[in-house]
């Protein structure tokens, strides 16, 4: 399979090896893991946000539909109902509202039932200074950088962007020579 990529990147450590798995492939310096990339204006207003006091209240992110049980919605309002926690609903029209409104709130509960490999979401919450409920299928909470202090966190995904463009310069590199 190595044949039809020059480079493969992947969300996380667990994506990237379900993904071998499934093909019964090797692993290779040729697959890397990035995470996700934000806009450097994001992650500020986020860092600003971080600061400001939280309402007390745990945020479900209000997906309907098909969406609304791929991303668990009824197993996080059973979770916030079984331990007490005052939560709402809340669906957002823009993403930089989406990032006030997190923001505000508590803790985000998460649970979605497939996996799902580096929801932005989550890691948006904890850069957002939430605390956060989410169930194994978040596959990146496992991932080394996920639980240092939070500006180990903000400096790791600030580094991405950059990270990705030196790779893909080294896979060019080595594609001419």
Partial sequence: IQQYFQHMFYMSEEQKRIHLMYLNAADSERRTILSSCFLPSHLDLMKELRSKPKNGIW????????????????????????????????????????????????????????????????????????????????????????????ENVESYIRSRPDYFWRVIDGVESSFHN
């Fill in 59 to 150: 945020m479900i992110v209000g997906y309907s539909g098909y969406m609304g049980t791929m991303k668990g919605v009824d197993q996080a309002k059973q979770i916030a109902e079984e331990s007490g926690l005052k939560y709402e609903l809340r669906s957002t029209r823009t993403y930089e509202e989406m990032i006030r409104t997190l923001g505000e709130f508590e803790g985000l509960i998460f649970t979605p039932q497939m996996e799902d490999t580096c929801p932005r979401l989550t890691i948006e919450a904890k850069l957002l200074g939430c605390k956060l409920i989410v169930n194994e299928n978040v596959q990146h909470i496992e991932e080394e950088w996920w639980d240092k202090p939070i």
